[in-house]
């Protein structure tokens, strides 16, 4: 595989390819941030313990070993963006997805249903980084048996339901265990294999 040029903000761009196949990394920023903030850190995340995004999508490239797409869902009903964070995410290889709607619409969540559905007529592989159920009939719906389907999140909150679909083949991987995406050791209480137990990740 060719290297991948650096640009000027220390990042690589995707891998991109004009035949595939891809791995569609489909990111829910608002459920990850929320569930970091109100689950494992009982306040509102500082920029420098929220997950690094483009470990991510690294780890994306290299458990399955093929180009990535990643597409971050944001919510903009406000009419504003963090364009700092739009940047950020431009430079770490995603494109970013802001969406707008009314004041009780979930446009997060309606627009990653639709990519979902949309992923199920094309050829590739899907790894959606959430803990929400709502996203359970179209994850379901992606098993087809031919296609690798995978979850990002902490796993001890991921939706209930995610657990009936590792039985028919999705995978979970934990976004701090298994992706290495934070800086810190995250104060979580879990359970813990020993065979996965490293004592110095807590000295």
Partial sequence: MPRRPATSGGYAPAVTSPTGPYTYL???????????GGNVLGRRPQPDERPRWERIREFAERTWGQPVKGLFFLNASSGQLPMSFVQALLAMGYRPIPLAGGPNEKVVDIGIQRTLEALK?????????????DFLGQMSDLLDGERRVGLLGFREFVNSGFQELVAKGMTIFDLEDDVRSFNEVLPRTRIIAIEDFDPLRYL
Avoid: F, K
């Fill in 26 to 36: 489909v990111v829910d920023g608002e459920n990850i941030d929320a569930t970091l």
């Fill in 121 to 133: 007529d094309r050829q590739g592989d899907v790894l959606l980084a959430s803990h929400d159920g």
